[in-house]
């Protein structure tokens, strides 16, 4: 075959503001299969990325949190029927990232699908689940709901590419706070598919960002963005995490301290992840 003849390599961009955009530097970083094929050119997100990413985060922020609970649900059960119309392609990213057989690839997505429904399924729950009920104080009365903690900044798990990446980003959305992911700096394609799926879903611009790159460089300008209301370091370098974690305190933001090893992603999820991206609001009125 003559090189005239071979398929051009895709050069993939990054997600802010519901649109796909280069990096503002132009730069990108190649990624390769397990066999060291050579998939595609990805951006190289930048420190001004992490800063117009968080800005559209920001902007989704108050109409996101607003929407409904129920119809953030409907929202993000759309991207799993988009998920479902391109599941092949994800398939074929799963087994390209993670160096696994077409079967074990497959498997992979349905139970990513399945973690992404029943977060969805929790969105009009939370209220009843875990908000603390009323309470009187004198001629007050106290209503207290879970509220979404705003903006937050994910680094995705840099092993599991999606199964792990959606433990990690269906909880953020179905809280109603936004999103700033780092996909794997290794493994970013599943990410860049879903954000795909996230736009064709019709998502509000802004409430999922995806940027692409080292993530020892972008992790530290997101843990201390003032912006930035939460931040978890799941995929963090392991000698980076305690200066992330100092970092972030310089912002009183809330820290999801990453595990000492990566998790097993096919237990079942627990409610704390919802939780711990929630704060509680109280509001009084007089009696009678």
């Known amino acids: 075959m003559s090189s005239g003849d071979a398929t051009p390599v895709r050069t993939l961009g990054l997600l802010v503001g519901g649109r796909s955009v280069a990096s503002e530097t132009g730069r990108t970083y190649p990624v390769a299969d397990t066999r060291h094929v050579l998939l595609a050119h990805v951006a190289l997100a930048s420190r001004k990325d992490v800063r117009d990413a968080v800005v559209a985060a920001s902007a989704g922020a108050q109409s996101w949190s607003a929407t409904p609970a129920h119809r953030r649900g409907y929202a993000l059960h759309r991207v ?3 998920l479902h ?19 074990r690839a497959t498997a992979l997505v349905a139970a990513a699908l399945e973690r992404w429904e029943h977060h969805a399924g929790w969105a009009d729950k939370l209220g009843a689940v875990l908000g603390t009920g009323t309470a009187e104080w004198g001629r007050l009365r106290g209503d207290t709901t879970p509220e979404p903690v705003g903006v937050a900044a994910v680094l995705a798990p840099q092993s599991s590419s999606l199964l ?10 179905a809280t109603g706070c936004t999103c700033v992911l780092v996909a794997s700096q290794d493994r970013p394609l599943p990410a860049l598919v879903l954000a795909g799926a996230v736009v064709a879903a019709g998502l509000p611009d802004g409430v999922v960002n995806v940027l692409t790159g080292r993530t020892a460089e972008l992790a530290p300008w997101l843990a201390g963005h003032r912006d930035v209301q939460a931040v978890d370091l799941c995929g963090a370098p392991a000698a980076q995490r305690v200066d992330l974690e100092q970092v972030a305190a310089g912002s009183v933001k809330r820290v999801l301290a990453a595990p000492s090893s990566e998790p097993d992603w096919s237990r079942p999820p ?10 509680p609001r109280t509001v009084w009125r007089p009696l009678g």
């Open 164 to 173: 792990g990446l959606v433990s990690v980003l269906a909880p953020v959305l």
């Open 85 to 103: 119309e391109r599941r092949t392609e994800l398939v074929d990213a799963v087994a390209a990232a993670e160096g696994v057989p077409g079967r």
């Open 270 to 279: 627990e409610v704390g992840a919802l939780r711990r991206l929630l704060e």
């Open 80 to 82: 799993v029927e988009t």
